[in-house]
């Protein structure tokens, strides 16, 4: 399946919203910092739909839509952009649950390293997934991600505490393969030094 990342909209949390069911699902997907379960549109669009945040760093989400449907099948995007370093964070991630295990999650990681180091000319972009997460963690792999250490005991989910790989890929390390920057349009505001 062909995918195609665009601006995360308002019209795109109602998918959002009914791909996340459960307060482990929502911790695994973003922790437990940014929302609170049960999950609702006012909480999404806060997060997602803000650019510009109160520490004057930025944030950019995109949706995955598969290129025939035009339906959403994943998400994927920036949530704290340092431009004096040239960095950024990756994440939230999460695909469609009826679509997982055919490469969106590769495809969504892909496009996104090259609108970061490409359109945005980062140099280091990081990530934090579980280290039960061996799916993602592969998945990160593949793209050019490297292990820099874990985050134990991160954050407790019933019983249990979960811990966290902390992973990163510098611009050298990422390949993007023939074929065109992102084809999405970055504001200038994203790319300023």
Known sequence: MKTQLTRIKEQHLTDLLSWV???EEMVQWSGPWNFS????????ASFFLAEVL??????????????????PV????????????????LGPVIVHPAMRGRGIG???VKDVLKIGFGD?????????VFDFNQTAIACYERAGFRTEGTLR??????????????MSILEHE??????PQSGVLIGKDHCSK
Not at 74 to 89: E, L
Not at 153 to 166: Q, S
Request: aromatic share 12%; charged share 20%.
């Open 21 to 23: 069911t459960s307060y």
């Open 37 to 44: 379960f049960p999950l609702d549109e006012q909480q999404l």
């Open 54 to 71: 109160d520490d004057g760093l930025q944030r950019t989400q995109f949706i995955a839509l598969d290129r025939e449907t035009q339906l």
């Open 74 to 89: 994943g998400q994927i995007g920036y949530s704290r952009i340092w431009m004096r370093t040239n960095s950024a964070h």
């Open 106 to 108: 590769s495809q969504m």
């Open 120 to 128: 945005l000319r980062l140099h280091r972009i990081e990530l934090v």
């Open 153 to 166: 005991d991160i954050v407790r989910v019933g019983n249990k505490y979960w811990h966290w790989r902390a």
């Open 174 to 179: 990422f390949s993007s393969g023939p074929g």
